[in-house]
């Protein structure tokens, strides 16, 4: 069984251009949540999707946006790219089954490096 | 505002010590607690995870002790290998945010042989 798989595994993007990150989530699982690790922090929550929609966002600005796709797999965007978005890009997938004590899977992330 | 307080930033134990991670919170509608390990160039991986509704939980090596009155919460790592050495999360979320992850800012643990 494939755990969370991300794509690309690294990019390098220069200030002002737009990328987009890639998410399987793991098998049986129906939501997905993007994070953002600084070096050397823990990661931020950006934001989670389930049933195709946005449920909850974090303290990001609105270059950053995604989707979720039928199958549940999800993108995240970031357009005009910044120096400060150089960071490991994480997606973490759960199940919700009416409860929110759902564990979540992290994926191995896409480093992302803005010149 | 950081929502989860995280320390020490770094630790080294000899193999066999029992390194100990402590987190604070002050947002009293938590009521999930993960801890998550992290190595280089991976994402982090759940350790264990505890509801407020009990005061320890042990699995394998990892314990995590929960004080609900002092909002606190610790990770002890038992009989610590060389293998333990990365870097751990603790996080903190609520059912109303749908499972939305506050994480603490991370302790490196160093566990030599």
């Known amino acids: 069984d494939a755990g969370v798989t991300q794509s690309p595994t690294h990019l390098i993007k220069t200030r002002g251009q737009q990328v987009t990150l890639r998410c399987s989530p793991k098998?049986?699982?129906?939501?997905v949540s993007w994070y953002q690790q600084a070096l050397g922090q823990g990661p931020q929550f950006i934001f989670q999707?389930?049933?195709?929609?946005?449920?909850q966002r974090g303290n990001f600005p609105d270059r950053f946006s995604g989707h979720q796709f039928p199958n549940y797999s999800s993108e995240l965007n970031v357009n005009a790219l910044l120096l400060g978005d150089s960071a490991l890009y994480l997606c973490?997938?759960?199940?919700?089954?009416?409860?929110?004590?759902?564990?979540?899977?992290f994926g191995p992330g896409t480093r992302l490096t803005v010149l | 505002q950081q929502q989860v307080k995280q320390s020490p930033q770094s630790l080294i134990v000899q193999k066999g010590g029992i390194p100990i991670i402590n987190c604070a919170y002050e947002?009293?509608?938590?009521?999930?607690f993960p801890w998550y390990q992290q190595f280089p160039g991976k994402g982090p991986a759940l350790l264990i995870a505890?509801?407020?509704?009990?005061s320890e939980k042990k699995e394998g090596r990892f314990t995590i002790s929960f004080n609900k009155s002092a909002k606190q919460f610790s990770l002890h790592i038992m009989d610590s290998q060389p293998g333990d050495s990365a870097t751990y999360f603790c996080?903190?979320?609520?059912?109303?945010?749908?499972?939305?992850?506050?994480f603490g800012a991370g302790t490196q643990v160093v566990v030599t042989p």
């Open positions: 973490a997938s759960s199940s919700y089954r009416g409860s929110h004590y759902n564990e979540q899977f």
């Open positions: 098998s049986g699982h129906d939501t």
């Open positions: 999707y389930y049933e195709e929609e946005e449920r």
């Open positions: 947002n009293t509608a938590f009521d999930y």
């Open positions: 505890i509801r407020p509704d009990v």
């Open positions: 996080a903190a979320s609520n059912t109303d945010s749908w499972g939305k992850l506050q």
